[in-house]
C-alpha cells in the first residue's frame, strides 16, 4: 500500500484542506497519481490526477476550479488543496499510484494498482 494518507478531519463549510500521500517506492517516471473519494455504500470516485512526468492533471467536474493537485518529486509526495468545501465533499480520501496510464484512462480506478488506506474527511458547519 501506498503511504498514509494525511491531512484529514473536520474542516468548515467553506474552509480549505489539505491532503497529502507519499509514493516512496511506487512511483517513477511513468507514474500517475490519483485522488480518489469514497461515499458510504459507493464505489471509489475520481477526484484528481496528475501524471509525475510532464505534470498533466484531470479533475472531477465536483471540484475542477477548487481543487489544485501537485507533487513534490523531492518528496515523493503528492498533495490534494480543496477549496470552498462543501457538504458534499465528505467522504473518505484515497490516493493511489499507477504506471503507464494514459491520459484518458487518469479517471478510473482501475487503471492504478497502489492505494493508500484511505483519510476520512468531514465538512460541517
Known amino acids: 500500500a501506498l503511504g498514509l494518507e494525511s491531512g484529514g478531519g473536520l474542516v468548515q463549510t467553506g474552509g480549505s484542506l489539505t491532503l497529502s500521500c507519499s509514493g516512496s517506492?511506487?512511483?517513477?517516471?511513468?507514474?500517475?497519481m490519483g485522488w480518489f473519494r469514497q461515499f458510504p455504500g459507493q464505489p471509489r470516485e475520481f477526484v484528481a490526477a496528475?501524471?509525475?512526468?510532464?505534470?498533466?492533471?484531470r479533475y472531477s467536474d465536483s471540484v475542477k476550479g477548487r481543487g489544485t493537485v501537485s507533487l513534490n518529486k523531492a518528496k515523493n509526495t503528492v498533495t490534494l488543496l480543496l477549496n470552498s468545501m462543501k457538504s458534499e465533499d465528505t467522504a473518505v480520501y484515497f490516493c493511489?499510484?499507477?504506471?503507464?496510464?494514459?491520459?484518458?484512462?487518469?479517471?478510473?480506478?482501475?487503471?492504478?494498482?497502489?492505494w493508500g488506506q484511505g483519510t476520512r474527511v468531514t465538512v460541517s458547519s
Open positions: 517506492g511506487y512511483t517513477g517516471s511513468e507514474s500517475t
Open positions: 493511489s499510484a499507477g504506471d503507464g496510464i494514459a491520459v484518458s484512462n487518469m479517471t478510473f480506478a482501475s487503471s492504478y494498482r497502489y
Open positions: 496528475i501524471r509525475w512526468t510532464g505534470g498533466t492533471t
